[in-house]
């Protein structure tokens, strides 16, 4: 991408989907040390951890771009509640399919703060932010913990590397 931005003069644009539910993460945020510790797993708060880990992940790499001076943006974002199948394994089945329609957005919705930040003009340069609803928002103070962004992108370099 990189490369590909540099030749072409056009700005490239990572987008790492998360969910506002990264807010309700472990206390800690990241267990690092505890990724797969059955004893204390909760399968929302794991969920909500691996939200939050996007999002950590989209601000270092957007800090690595600036860095490098490349023409690459990287951010996050929340859809939204959409009304898909996700949950077709859970007890909110039943849920989604019926009333969730009623208050959940469509797929169509869904995807617009997707399509936004990869085609609008206005987010031309914008680097690092959480959006939500086709505006910036504000991520949870863990997702704006530049360390703890750092330690998972090294945790994650890590665990590719000893692969």
Known sequence: ???????????????????????????????????????????????????????????????????????????SLHPGAVATNIFRNTFLSGFVSTLGKLVFKNVQQGASTTCYMALHPNVKGVSGEYFKDNNISRSDSRAEDIELAKKLWDFSMKLIHDS
Do not use: P
Request: charged residues 30%; contains cysteine; aromatic residues 6%.
């Open 1 to 75: 991408m990189k490369n590909t931005a540099c030749r072409s003069n056009l700005e490239g644009r990572i987008i790492n989907v998360s969910s506002d539910l990264h807010k309700h993460s472990y206390d800690e945020g990241i267990r690092f040390d505890k990724l797969n510790d059955e004893s204390g797993y909760n399968l929302w708060k794991a969920y909500s951890q691996s939200k939050l880990a996007n999002v950590l992940h989209a601000n270092e790499l957007a800090r690595r771009l600036e860095e490098e001076g490349v023409q690459v943006t990287a951010n």
